[in-house]
């Protein structure tokens, strides 16, 4: 089952901060974030573990309730660089992960 | 490392011909995916393999479509006969078990088919 993800798409203003959502129906073990920038292939961004773990990676953070089996990807601060198409990729028991269709991101100068 | 690396990064092919993309993974990783990438569609993975052996092709589309990794360091992805609904980015991407248990994986570059 696909993750579901939103918003579909934001645009913002340099220095402005955004809240990506990812929700599955299924038990997860894990929750990958990924970003995509046009024409190039998915950049790992981090990981987020069953736990409620909060990870960081510069000005980007997530965290992941797995009660809910939700995560929330923060981009603070966020730069020209930040734009792009994030996805969210979800692991359950099985060892694959299953993308979410992706939130297009804008970041106008 | 290289990183994953792909072949042909652009392939142009006429329906009903046979199309092969390769992939070689990152040195040391035992996991290897293979995913398909439409506007329509997103991000889908098709089969991935562990130790060269083929865990869940339960994504590839039909019979038209197979893949293989005889060793570790190659994977190729067959279709035959292609069709123009097969045009797409094709995405290799590895895995390594590691002590971790985050399991990353690190997408090649992909492979552009257009089937006219």
């Known amino acids: 089952q696909q993750p579901v993800q939103s918003p579909q798409a934001v645009i913002l203003r340099e220095g402005e901060d955004a809240v990506i959502n990812c929700s599955s129906s299924?038990?997860?073990?894990?929750v990958h974030w990924y970003r995509q920038k046009h024409g190039e292939a998915p950049v790992f961004l981090m990981i987020?573990?069953?736990?409620?773990e909060q990870k960081g990676h510069e000005k980007i953070s997530a965290s992941f309730n797995e009660k809910k089996q939700q995560s929330s990807l923060y981009l603070t601060a966020s730069q020209l660089s930040y734009s792009g198409t994030y996805f969210c990729g979800t692991r359950g028991s099985a060892r694959q992960l299953t993308f979410g269709s992706g939130t297009q991101l804008t970041v106008l100068p | 490392d290289a990183g994953v690396i792909q072949s042909p990064r652009h392939e142009v092919t006429e329906m009903g011909q046979e199309v092969t993309l390769r992939c070689k993974p990152i040195s040391g990783h035992d996991y290897l995916f293979w995913y398909r990438q439409t506007m329509m569609r997103g991000l889908e993975l098709l089969i991935y393999f562990n130790n060269n052996v083929p865990i869940d092709d339960s994504g590839m589309p039909e019979d038209r479509f197979s893949a293989k990794m005889p060793n570790a360091s190659f994977s190729t992805l067959k279709i035959q006969p292609s069709e123009p609904r097969d045009s797409a980015v094709y995405f290799c991407?590895?895995?390594?078990?590691?002590?971790?248990?985050?399991?990353?994986?690190?997408f090649g570059p992909g492979t552009r088919l257009t089937v006219t």
């Open positions: 299924k038990a997860l073990y894990s």
């Open positions: 991407a590895s895995s390594s078990t590691g002590t971790s248990g985050k399991y990353e994986q690190y």
């Open positions: 987020l573990l069953k736990g409620g």
